[in-house]
């Protein structure tokens, strides 16, 4: 995430904050506090009302997805268990969408180098996992595909949730490290704004750290995933047409490969999402742009639950479920969701 920088007044400026009345600070009564932004009040509004729908839409549909999974005992699968963590990922980014628009619209940090830090923290501690959960994810369902018989015995609910909490220990470990080293070098900037300067080897270590490496391996296992599903629908396309009777496991390897594709969407709108911010943080793009591609990664958390509606039966009837407060009746945890043999 990148934190826009606020100017120090120093020499001429000062001349001319003093001239100019209109100017404001965060705060007045310190000499050496940053401007506030001037925004016309149509500015304001539209940007607010953009937030607050973004972020309760987000809160709300991630929500949604965490009462499902958690709920009802039929989604109690691994594959379920990595959503229901993207999920809570998405969800609290979410709920940190407003302090983020205060900021970003006021350009003034109202909340002390403490919590400064511990923002930073947890902001990218939060960005970082979502793309963990999506490496995790990656993984699970290459498994499901290209080695389905080994999956039972590889991929357990222990074994998922072990891994989710590892994922979400490195993450808050890695991303910690990241802002402490290069939060503690802030030099010359005005009271009441809240940035981490990053020196260039951090810049490449979080790069290849945070997006380049789980990207590459996202993309190589979704690759080889893709290839099986299109050589298995061959398959089971040609039996079927030949009159041949389809056995229950080509039944399942092709439920299995469509959750594959599904989710491989989620990841591709991720990266549509991530993309553009990462080439323009490295290119020296104004900070407006930044600004920008910063909203569409904090988008990307409201559009997975949108995925799953779209393309997951059983979300749909959960959602039906929880909206009717059926789910409070005795007994509804057992509910079977799935009209046919799904994930």
């Not at 981490?196 to 810049?203: E, K």
């Not at 993309?275 to 591609?293: E, F, G, H, K, R």
């Not at 393309?311 to 959960?318: D, H, I, L, Q, V």
Request: glycine content about 4%; hydrophobic content about 50%.
């Amino acid at each position: 995430v990148n934190f826009k920088q606020n100017k120090l007044l120093t020499g001429g400026d000062s001349l001319m904050a003093y001239e100019d009345h209109e100017i404001q600070y965060c705060f007045p009564a310190i000499n050496s506090s940053c401007i506030k932004g001037k925004r016309s009040s149509h500015e304001y509004n539209i940007i607010y009302v953009f937030v607050s729908v973004l972020s309760a839409w987000t809160v709300f549909l991630n929500l949604l997805v965490i009462i499902s999974i958690s709920h009802f005992k039929k989604l109690h699968t691994p594959t379920n268990l990595l959503i229901l963590s993207l999920a809570v990922a998405d969800l609290l980014i979410g709920l940190v969408m407003p302090i983020e628009a205060t900021r970003l619209i006021e350009m003034c940090w109202y909340f002390g180098d403490t919590f400064c830090g511990l923002y930073s923290i947890l902001i990218w501690m939060l960005l970082s996992a979502s793309l963990s959960n999506l490496v995790l994810i990656a993984i699970d369902r290459y498994v499901a595909v290209c080695h389905p018989l080994l999956y039972p015995q590889k991929i357990t609910m222990t074994k998922t949730l072990i891994s989710i909490c590892l994922s979400w220990v490195c993450s808050s470990t890695y991303n910690t490290a990241f802002v402490i080293n290069n939060i503690s070098h802030k030099t010359n900037m005005c009271y009441g704004e809240c940035s981490v300067l990053v020196g260039f080897a951090w810049i490449v270590t979080d790069l290849f750290m945070s997006f380049i490496f789980p990207c590459i391996l996202i993309i190589s296992l979704y690759l080889r995933i893709f290839y099986v599903v299109h050589q298995q629908v061959k398959v089971i396309n040609t039996l079927m047409k030949s009159g041949k009777s389809v056995m229950e496991s080509s039944v399942r390897r092709k439920s299995e490969s469509k959750a594959a594709l599904t989710l491989g969407i989620i990841v591709t709108v991720y990266l549509l999402c991530w993309i553009p911010y990462y080439i323009c943080s490295i290119s020296a793009a104004s900070s407006t742009t930044i600004n920008v591609l910063t909203w569409f990664m904090y988008m990307n958390s409201g559009l997975n639950p949108m995925v799953y509606a779209l393309f997951y039966p059983w979300f749909k009837k959960t959602v039906k479920l929880i909206l009717t407060l059926k789910i409070f009746q005795p007994a509804s945890s057992l509910v079977n969701i799935f009209t046919e043999h799904q994930l």
